[in-house]
T-cell receptor, first 112, second 114 residues
């Protein structure tokens, strides 16, 4: 049982490039979330999913897209990266009847 | 979700109890109080949560005042590994918010001194 894993761990992009961050969980959780964390700040919710095939916007969704084609995976896409998207990205998942969110180790993204 | 207020930073000596306060004066009757912590460069880790009664688990105790406007997280015997940022979060129950999403503030940076 690996819990929540994120790929890649680190990435450097140039402005305008695109990329996809992968989050995977092997706990059969219904709910999955993407957060970003800027230096010295708390986490802010980007998008979330309450089940396979569903997605919804969080606090800061602009510039990002997500997909949940399989229950165990939640993808975060940046179509045209901007320096303002330099951040650490955390994925989390939760059982539908459990109040605890499990977080992944994070992806550190730098956009030059 | 109700706004929370926490001190920016605190410190305590190793082996002593760490008491981390949180104010949530606008909390409504069906909102839960959650605590998470984030050790440097890692993802947040769940600690404990409660509604009205005090709660205890293997990590910590949560004391919620009778009027529910504030709470205290207690780490009974702090160790160096407890140095982290601690987040107090107030969250609506399922009936109000089916996403279960958490809204993080800036938290309290706890430093445990040797």
């Amino acid at each position: 049982n690996a819990g929540v894993t994120q790929t890649p761990k680190f990435r450097v992009l140039k402005t305008g490039q695109s990329m996809t961050l992968l989050c995977a969980q092997d706990m059969n959780h219904e709910y999955m979330y993407w957060y970003r964390q800027d230096p010295g700040m708390g986490l802010r919710l980007i998008h979330y999913s309450v089940g396979e095939g569903t997605t919804a916007k969080g606090e800061v969704p602009d510039g990002y897209n997500v997909s949940r084609l399989k229950k165990q995976n939640f993808l975060l896409g940046l179509e045209s990266a901007a320096p303002s998207q330099t951040s650490v990205y955390f994925c989390a998942s939760r059982l539908d009847s459990n109040n605890e969110q499990f977080f992944g180790p994070g992806t550190r993204l730098t956009v030059l | 979700d109700a706004k929370t207020t926490q001190p920016t930073s605190m410190d305590c000596a190793e082996g002593r109890a760490a008491n981390l306060p949180c104010n949530h004066s606008t909390i409504s009757g069906n909102e839960y109080v959650y605590w998470y912590r984030q050790i440097h460069s890692q993802g947040p880790q769940y600690i404990i949560h409660g509604l009205k009664n005090n709660e205890t688990n293997e990590m910590a105790s949560l004391i919620i005042t009778e009027d529910r406007k504030s709470s205290t997280l207690i780490l009974p015997h702090a160790t160096l590994r407890d140095t982290a940022v601690y987040y107090c979060i107030v969250r609506a129950p399922l009936m109000m918010d089916s996403s279960y999403k958490l809204i993080f503030g800036s938290g309290t940076r706890l430093l445990v001194r040797p």
